[in-house]
């Protein structure tokens, strides 16, 4: 599908559109690396930068498509059903972050909630690379 047309789609329904800072793949490593992960599943894959966005924010959006990103690291939370690292990022998410693993049956999304209620531990502050995703929801 030609950029044209998928910005026409998009647009026509923001509500099924994520807007993330996936990590490259050198900084997914050096993330878990420097926070292993204490659960199961593992992820550390990216920061919503925005679920289901306004349309017209959703054009701003498409114009940070495919630009790269530094994203701070700066503290550590976790329970018995997940774990994830506050990062420096503009968010839609109160308490931007990125889910490093979850427990057994626990979807990824409840790190939002983690992140809201969990003591933070800081840790000292490192720095990711990343690139901006505006996808589509399947």
Known sequence: ???????????????????????TPASQSRLLRAVPPVHPTVFAHHATIAFKPEAADLERYLEMHGQPVRIPVTAVAVDDKAQAVLVGIDSENEYPHITISVAEGVKPVYSNELMANADLQHIPIFTLEATIVVEALL
């Open 1 to 23: 599908m030609n950029a044209r047309l998928l910005t026409h789609w998009l647009l026509e329904d923001a509500t099924n559109t994520s807007v993330s800072a996936v990590l």
